[in-house]
């Protein structure tokens, strides 16, 4: 392994007698150094790892990678900085399954920019991530990006330093412009009318039979990405909204730019001064994608209609 504390794996796996061997062998590893473990994976791939695990999963923090890392702009702030954070004076283990074979192309794209902002998030923490991936079922191209956003590889004959290990490449490669929208409702708002923008996507979002809390939520999403505008956008933006795949789309474009990778994904303590936009709509979307330039920002939230959750 590398000689830095943080250490963060890919895991090549091929069926599901090494995917358990692998992780049980890593979690009960680190539960017999009293290490604290936590499992954030796929729901089938979470019951095959309880399953042979038998009581010993009770010492292990089991969360559904499908729920939890829905939007995998979630998953560094809510599940693995919440947990390492908790155990911040610990040698701290845990498994993240961010990519899966039923992950769409919608969603790809920030599943590889997490997997590459993990090694930003956590270096110098005495945490190891080990993250697994199907070969037999994910697509070549996947496999190639995660020996980019993985300093060390692991398979049935061992483990071995990646000599393609560039995760600011596949950072890079896609923060690309997003499709255009197709039909669509939309706004130019400023500081006279943001509360216009969110009255456009609170209508179309009822209309896809959005309500109560989770209306209450896209409503506070557009609303930061709003102010977001307004503060560090130029003062003005442009708020697009539609339905497409069972998902409401709320875009939001200004002239601002993104400078910081980790924008969005960090934990931000309560008692600290300072915009919490984007980690709150990272907190609350089921996906969020992001293009930033210095000539302007786009970024959009997802949210899953009721009937298709």
Request: with cysteine; glycine share 8%; aromatic share 4%.
């Amino acid at each position: 392994m590398l000689a830095e504390p943080f250490m963060h794996p890919a895991l090549l796996y091929r069926g599901e007698l090494e995917y358990v061997a692998a992780t049980t062998t890593f979690i009960r590893e680190g539960l017999a150094a009293g290490e604290p473990v936590a499992v954030a994976v796929p729901a089938r791939n979470l019951a095959l790892i309880e399953a042979a695990l038998g009581p010993q999963a009770k010492a292990v923090r089991l969360l559904d990678m499908g729920e939890a890392g829905r939007n995998p702009g979630h998953i560094i702030p809510a599940v693995l900085r919440d947990f390492a954070d908790r155990h911040a004076d610990d040698h701290v283990r845990i498994i993240g399954e961010p990519v899966w074979p039923g992950r769409t192309t919608t969603e790809y794209p920030a599943c590889a920019q997490h997997e590459a902002l993990i090694n930003l998030s956590f270096a110098g923490r005495r945490v190891t991530i080990l993250c697994p991936y199907d070969v037999a079922a994910l697509a070549p191209a996947v496999i190639e990006e995660a020996a980019r956003t993985h300093p060390v590889l692991r398979d049935a004959s061992g483990e071995r330093r990646s000599p393609a290990y560039a995760p600011e490449l596949v950072i890079d490669a896609h923060n690309r412009p997003l499709d255009e929208p197709p039909e669509c409702a939309s706004l130019r708002f400023d500081s006279g009318n943001l509360s216009a923008a969110r009255a456009l996507a609170a209508r179309e979002a009822a209309a896809l039979g959005f309500d109560g809390d989770r209306l209450d939520d896209v409503r506070l999403a557009v609303a930061e990405l709003g102010a977001n505008s307004l503060d560090h956008g130029g003062g003005s933006g442009t708020i697009k909204v539609w339905a497409a795949e069972g998902r409401l789309v709320c875009e939001v474009s200004d002239a601002g730019h993104i400078t910081d990778p980790l924008a969005g994904r960090s934990p931000v303590d309560p008692r600290q001064a300072g915009s919490r936009g984007l980690l709150i709509v990272n907190l609350l979307s089921d996906l969020v994608r992001v293009h930033s330039t210095p000539e302007g920002t786009t970024i959009r939230a997802y949210f899953v209609a009721p009937r298709h959750r």
